[in-house]
């Protein structure tokens, strides 16, 4: 690469022109299993990664699946997302 085409290549990188790459996600959910839905959007992050994204924006209640509604009052749902959302001491 030339001297000049590397500088040309620093100037108008997104980053120096203040661009971030954003990725809007929807992956594969199925409602209440919360298991399935952290898995699946750990792989989305994965390969948003992968193709250089910076931001990343999920579906609400993404991890219980939005149409869920009945199931809210039920500690085993709630129980579950907890577990998979909130990191887990050592």
Do not use: W
């Amino acid at each position: 690469m030339s001297k000049q085409s590397e500088l040309s290549s620093r100037l108008f990188a997104r980053a120096a022109l203040g661009f971030v790459r954003v990725a809007a996600i929807s992956p594969e959910l199925q409602v209440a299993d919360v298991g399935f839905n952290t898995q699946k959007t750990i792989e989305a992050m994965a390969a948003a990664a992968a193709q250089g994204v910076q931001l990343a924006v999920f579906p609400e209640l993404g991890l219980t699946a939005y149409t869920c509604a009945d199931l809210f009052s039920q500690t085993l749902l709630l129980d579950r997302a907890s577990k998979h959302a909130l990191p887990q001491p050592s």
